[in-house]
Structure formats: structure tokens, C-alpha cells
């Protein structure tokens, strides 16, 4: 950024200072470009560079991998990920895979990233189990995201993930998350759309403590048991839309002291209770409804500060 700054000033001092002949102005311009070129020049040597792209393993070729600055990206590839793929990368914070299709990719190959805090992949095929020993060698892994690939997880693949903050899966296929999918989790934010979930067993969201927002919206829930939410004091926001529920209670959001927006709409639920929402969680400021589960003769402000939207 110093070197930024620099050329900044240097441009206003020679924009103040001279505007006489033409040959002067060729001289500044000569001045500018060369002190253009030697501040680009620094600036590039001070990030790291890759020289992976095409290292073969086994007569087959990785294309398309590109370094900027701490970041790693792949794109539209195909090959295959080595265990030693990554053996003399220099410190790499972020890890992104776009539009891939891998003959086989070895989670490994990741785990010499000491200081990897971001993994995104989207639209991935080739990709192995996610196991909890696999997440394990993640040891400072922040943010994970997962859109529209293969990957299949265990049973309790994210229950170690200490550091873990935010986690997006979506289009993967699940169908139920389990009581020992999060355990000892830290995460603030999760988001699990569009995946076919049809259960979440009664422990499996509880032991998000820190959690602060919670996406489930586009899949196939068709029951929440009374436990699924309890105990989640810090939950500010609760996406539970384009589902298949046809009931909710509401009494059983009560301990959600901190929730302040519920969107439940494009349900199967015949009537929204708003007043029983509204009493047993106060701090509630808005919910999203369909307008047919309304009841009838409902004022959107009637209710103090819960702010009531029909769609």
C-alpha cells in the first residue's frame, strides 16, 4: 500500500509542478512510466508466485492453476489433485475450485497448506468422502463453501473443526443431519440450502452455541421435534422457507433469545399463529409468512415492533 501511496503523491507533484514545452512534457512522461514500471516491479516481487501448472502425475495434467497473492484457484480443469500437488507452495490462505472435473483428488494434497483458512468449491466432481479424520488436517480452517459438487460427508465430518466460522453446502445431496454432525463446533454462520434434507435429528443444531445465523431454507423438512432450536441463545436469524412443513410451534422458539428475523414462507402451513409467535418470542422484529397463512383480520402492526410480511 506504501508503494501505492508514493506514486500517488508523485503524480500530484509533477501534475502541480510543470506544463511548458513539448519536449518537457516528454520528459515527464518518460519520468512517470519509469517511475510507473519500478513501483510495479516492487509491488509484484512482494507477492508470491506458483509454478505448478501443468506438473504432471502419472501422464495426466493439471491446467489452469493460478496464484494471486495468497489466494489458489482452478478452473475448468481436469486430472488429477496428488498427494505432493501442493509440496512447495508458499503460505496460502485461500483455496478456490471452479467448474473441475477430476479423474482424483486427494483432500491430502491440502493439508501442507498450514495456514489454508478458506476452502470454495463449485461445481466439482471427482471429489472423495469428506471424512472427520480428512477435517482434521484443516487445523485453521475459517470458512468452507460447497455449491453444486459430488462430495459426501460422514456422519460427524465437521465435529472437530474448532475454528470454523462459517459453513455454506449447498445443492448436496443429504438427506438427514445427525445428532454428531456439529459437535464442538464453533460456527457463526451456517447455511445448508437445497440439499433434500428431509430430517434433522433433535441434537444436531443445539450444540451451536455461537451460531448467529442458520440457512436450511429449499429443502424437504417436513417436521421440526421440539429440540431442534433449543439452547441457540445467540441466533439473530432463522431461514426455515421453501420447506415442506405444515406445522410449527412456536412455543418451542422461546429460549431463541436473541432471534430477531424467522422467514417460514412457501410452507405447507394452513395458519400462522402471529400472536403466539409474537409472545413467545419477543425479540422478534419480523416474519416472513405466506399471505394464505395469515389468520384472519390480522393487522402487520398490530404487534408492537414485530413487523409482519405477507408474500
Excluded at 510495479?40 to 491446467?63: G, H, R
Excluded at 474448532?162 to 447455511?191: A, C, M, P, W
Excluded at 412455543?251 to 402471529?274: E, M, W
Aim: charged share 25%.
Amino acid at each position: 500500500m506504501q508503494l501505492f501511496e508514493d506514486y500517488k503523491n508523485t503524480s500530484k507533484i509533477v501534475e502541480i509542478c510543470v506544463k511548458p514545452s513539448f519536449r518537457t512534457n516528454l520528459t515527464l512522461l518518460f519520468f512517470i512510466c519509469f517511475i510507473s514500471t519500478t513501483l510495479a516491479a516492487e509491488f509484484n516481487k512482494s507477492l508470491p508466485t506458483l509454478s505448478i501448472a501443468y506438473k504432471k502425475f502419472k501422464d495426466e495434467e493439471i491446467l489452469d492453476v493460478d496464484q494471486y497473492g495468497h489466494d489458489i484457484y482452478i478452473e475448468n480443469s481436469s486430472g488429477v489433485i496428488h498427494e505432493e500437488t501442493f509440496l512447495d507452495v508458499p503460505r496460502i490462505l485461500r483455496f478456490m475450485v471452479y467448474n473441475c472435473r477430476f479423474a482424483s483428488f486427494d483432500w491430502t494434497s491440502l493439508f501442507r497448506m498450514s495456514y489454508l483458512e478458506s476452502i470454495d468449491l463449485y461445481d466439482v466432481r471427482g471429489l472423495p468422502v469428506l471424512t472427520n479424520s480428512v477435517m482434521l488436517g484443516f487445523k485453521s480452517l475459517k470458512s468452507m463453501s460447497i455449491y453444486d459438487s459430488d462430495v459426501t460427508f460422514q456422519h460427524d465430518t465437521f465435529r472437530r473443526l474448532k475454528q470454523l466460522e462459517y459453513l455454506s453446502i449447498s445443492k448436496v445431496d443429504v438427506t438427514i443431519l445427525g445428532n454428531e454432525v456439529f459437535t464442538g463446533s464453533r460456527l457463526r454462520e451456517l447455511y445448508w440450502t437445497e440439499s433434500g434434507i428431509t430430517k434433522i435429528d433433535k441434537n444436531c443444531l443445539s450444540t451451536l452455541k455461537n451460531v448467529r445465523i442458520i440457512n436450511l431454507s429449499g429443502n424437504k423438512i417436513e417436521y421440526l421435534q421440539p429440540e431442534t432450536f433449543v439452547g441457540l441463545k445467540n441466533l439473530e436469524r432463522l431461514y426455515l422457507n421453501r420447506n415442506r412443513l405444515a406445522t410449527v410451534n412456536f412455543r418451542h422458539f422461546a429460549s431463541l433469545s436473541s432471534l430477531t428475523y424467522l422467514d417460514v414462507s412457501k410452507n405447507r402451513i394452513p395458519t400462522v399463529d402471529v400472536e403466539e409467535v409474537w409472545r413467545s418470542v419477543p425479540s422478534l422484529t419480523r416474519i416472513i409468512m405466506d399471505s394464505r397463512s395469515a389468520p384472519t383480520g390480522l393487522k402487520k402492526d398490530a404487534f408492537d415492533s414485530l413487523q409482519v410480511m405477507l408474500i
